[in-house]
């Protein structure tokens, strides 16, 4: 597995003001979408493209243009805060949805829905959540998506914590992962140190 680490300073200050405890609800969101739109970037920087005959104002000229299916999932709830911002860049992606929600206890993710669109099996599929913790969602709905016969498969989190990225290494060493920032540990209820809190709560307001 390729693992692709962000050193960049917008990232990095955009991702601070969403680290912090006092940030509301809406700031945290634009944040997340300027990210998911800095990410996108990198991510995107090996797609294939083809010619396009185009006319300028002035005259014609061979153009690009992007010659790929890109299928973006957003691990229910909190990856959905990632999808406005990579669609801004990618407004021919196609979306499908997996619901995934990890036990408090066991920090088991149990799968509670699944939606792909036609034609995942050749297309780059993005899958999408803010936050890499145990890797047992991220671990799970790859393992979903393996099964609709999809075999390009990139996972972009936020925030990772390194036995996240050792167990998603592990289980799934043919896909390239890119992560905004990799923190230190998790705590002992399976949350990110230092991290952002519970992405899904601070996103939604449900906390
Ligand atoms: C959070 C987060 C990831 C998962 C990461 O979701 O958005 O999906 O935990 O943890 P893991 O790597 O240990 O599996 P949560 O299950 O809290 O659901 P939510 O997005 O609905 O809040
Ligand atoms: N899920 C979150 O939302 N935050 C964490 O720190 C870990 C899992």
């Known amino acids: 597995m390729s ?3 962000y050193d960049h300073p917008l990232i990095d200050y955009k991702l ?8 509301p609800s ?3 969101k634009q944040c997340l979408d300027e990210i998911a739109m800095l990410m996108a970037y990198e991510v995107s920087r090996d797609w294939p493209v083809k010619d396009m005959l185009i ?7 061979i153009g690009k243009d992007l010659d790929c299916q890109i299928v973006l999932v957003p691990i229910l709830r909190a990856g959905i805060g990632l999808v406005d911002g990579f669609r801004a860049i990618v407004p021919t992606a ?5 619901g995934l929600e990890r036990d408090e206890k066991t920090l088991e993710a ?9 034609g995942i099996e050749t297309s780059k599929v993005i899958v999408v959540d803010p936050m890499l913790a ?11 998506i393996k099964k609709r016969g999809a075999t390009d498969i990139t996972m972009v989190s936020l925030v990772g914590a390194p036995v996240g990225v050792k167990a998603l290494m592990e289980a799934h060493p043919d896909i390239k992962l890119y992560l905004a920032a990799l923190d230190e ?4 209820v399976g949350y990110i140190v230092p991290g952002l809190g519970d992405a899904g709560d601070r996103l939604f307001g449900t906390d």
């Open 3 to 5: 693992v692709f680490i």
């Open 16 to 23: 601070t003001i969403m680290r912090d405890k006092t940030t």
């Open 26 to 28: 809406i700031i945290f």
């Open 55 to 61: 006319e300028t104002p002035i005259s014609p000229m």
């Open 94 to 98: 196609k979306i499908g949805h997996i």
């Open 110 to 118: 149990k799968e509670y829905y699944a939606k792909f669109p036609a």
């Open 134 to 144: 145990t890797g047992g969602s991220a671990i799970d709905a790859i393992n979903q």
């Open 185 to 188: 540990k998790l705590n002992e």
